[in-house]
């Protein structure tokens, strides 16, 4: 994964009245704040200046050129003299991408003794922005609003975060996700509506018949096999029994052959996410639980169960997360700890993403209880200690609804000898209680894409492009006020559906 197709498209307002040499310093200044900007060292890809727009028929153009555009995947626009907005109408109405206003001055202090009238015109953001603000808050333009000066940190910092929000957003307009088999029956909150979330996410929900992936795995080679078999034993420690010459040392090698198999239709379908279900097995040997893992470590989203919505987050947030430290993963709420301020025991059956490991992970054979196949391989390791979020989507019938929740990583009290899979142990803020009492209140599934590299900015921004709701459980959450929260929500997405 990486960012090297990506730009965002930096875009100056000002109009003509200023005169040829004060645009010539307009002109000069916006390349050196986007300069400065792309030598910062901390934004994940390129900023590209596209010109001071003075006209109204000039702003459309670029903006139509960004629309069709494949590499420009958002707009940072800076009001550097005063563009006054009524030429912004028509090209703020067909922009389809999204829109970060930079409320910032070239010059970082007022040279007291050398003010005058030129350098008063050549430093007027501080009301030429808030005529623009103006349009795009009567336009109700979803936008990110960065203000302070550009050689500023926190400024990069925060305009980074968008960027890699843009990324992704670009990133789940051509996402395909393959599902093998449907929804585990009768579960609701992982189902929803496929058409809308195409509409309003950008990503396709497909499927892929499991007699397909069946018929692809008998196609695997034991050439083939050998080959990721040396990777594993490069890559990761083996329990005895999984080792070569173990008992259970052939259901690793099925589970390699799986893996090919599954890599090869995700490759071949040009799919980003994918889905299984425990129950939807046919013609298979086990659960794709190691290769699940393994996938996401590549950068897939997965789901279980059938569950696109987490699988389409999981990779959204790895898109998100690129270069980043950290971690991304699928997750699973589990089983409680009442002691303090209480704990989630987080795991799944077996498909949490390596990349989320403390240490080198165990390749391990033990029986599923459902699902009636053969004994599934899996990863087995503990998630290292930090600050994370766990984020969900589920659909509310008139609007998708993320919630999100900060969590603390912490290391279990003890060893869990006899726990057969991959989990991690946190402490959801503000404490158990409140969160879990939150979490149901508001409609949360038990499936959360968890990321370690991502703060709350990341889920904010992902909400105001795609418009969906969003819910964040911290440590500022109180109960009563999310309540209200709720309720004046319902009447938000009544009112602007
Ligand atoms: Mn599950």
């Known amino acids: ?34 300069n400065g900007l792309n030598q910062a060292g901390n934004l994940p890809y390129k900023i590209v200046y596209r010109d001071t727009v003075k006209s109204a028929e000039e702003i459309t153009a670029v903006f139509q050129e960004a629309n069709s555009s494949g590499q420009c995947v958002g707009i940072i626009t800076w009001m550097h003299t005063f563009s006054p907005a009524k030429m912004w109408t028509h090209g703020l109405k067909i922009l389809q991408k999204p829109l970060l206003h930079l409320h910032t001055q070239f010059h970082r202090e007022i040279p007291w ?30 936008r990110k609003i960065v203000a302070g000066h550009w050689e500023d940190s926190d400024v990069h910092e925060r305009i980074a975060v968008w960027m890699r929000v843009c990324a992704a957003w670009s990133d789940a307009q051509t996402m395909r996700i393959l599902r093998f088999g449907d929804n585990m029956n009768h579960v609701a909150v992982t189902d929803g509506d496929r058409v809308e979330a195409e509409m309003k996410l950008g990503y396709h929900v497909d499927y ?141 059956m077996l498909e949490i993403c390596p990349s989320i490991a403390e240490t080198k992970p165990r390749v391990e054979v033990h029986p599923l209880g459902i699902g009636g196949k053969a004994d599934p391989a ?12 766990a984020a969900t989507v589920v659909d509310m019938g008139n609007r998708f609804r ?17 726990l057969p899979v991959a989990r991690a142990f946190w402490t959801p803020q503000p404490d158990l209680k409140t969160a879990a009492h939150a979490w149901i209140l508001a409609g949360g599934t038990h499936h959360t894409a968890f990321s370690y590299s991502l703060a709350r900015e990341y889920f904010e921004d992902y909400a105001e492009i795609s418009g969906i709701e969003m819910l964040l459980i911290d440590n500022e959450t109180s109960i009563p006020d999310l309540r209200n929260q709720i309720k004046l929500n319902d009447v938000y997405y009544m009112l602007n559906k």
């Open 113 to 142: 003794p050398e003010i005058d009238m030129d350098f008063m015109n050549l430093n007027q953001s501080a009301h030429g922005d808030r005529e623009f603000g103006y349009m795009t808050a009567r336009m109700k333009k979803p």
């Open 402 to 418: 993320m919630i999100v929740n900060q969590v603390d990583c912490v290391k279990p009290e003890a060893d869990l000898p006899k």
């Open 208 to 348: 892929y018949p499991v007699g397909d992936f069946a018929a692809e795995v008998a196609r695997t080679t034991d050439a083939e096999i050998d080959a990721l078999m040396a990777e594993y034993e490069k890559r990761y420690d083996f329990a005895p029994k999984a080792a070569k010459h173990g008992s259970k040392h052939q259901q690793v090698r099925e589970a390699a052959r799986i893996e090919l198999a599954l890599r090869k239709i995700l490759r071949e379908t040009n799919a980003k996410a994918f889905t299984t279900n425990f129950d939807a097995l046919h013609g298979l040997n086990q659960l794709p639980g190691l290769a699940s893992q393994r996938l996401m470590n590549d950068g897939y989203g997965f789901g279980a169960e059938g569950d696109w919505k987490t699988a389409a987050l999981v990779r959204t947030l790895k898109v998100m997360a690129t270069g980043l430290p950290g971690g991304t993963s699928f997750m699973e709420d589990y089983v409680y700890h009442f002691k303090g301020k209480g704990a989630i025991l987080q795991a799944h």
């Open 378 to 389: 899996r990863l087995v390791f503990t998630a290292h200690e930090g600050t994370g979020m």
């Open 1 to 34: 994964m990486s960012f090297e197709q990506y730009e965002i498209w930096f875009v100056t307002g000002s109009q003509l009245l200023y005169g040829t040499e004060t645009l010539r310093q307009v002109n000069t200044q916006s390349i050196a704040v986007v």
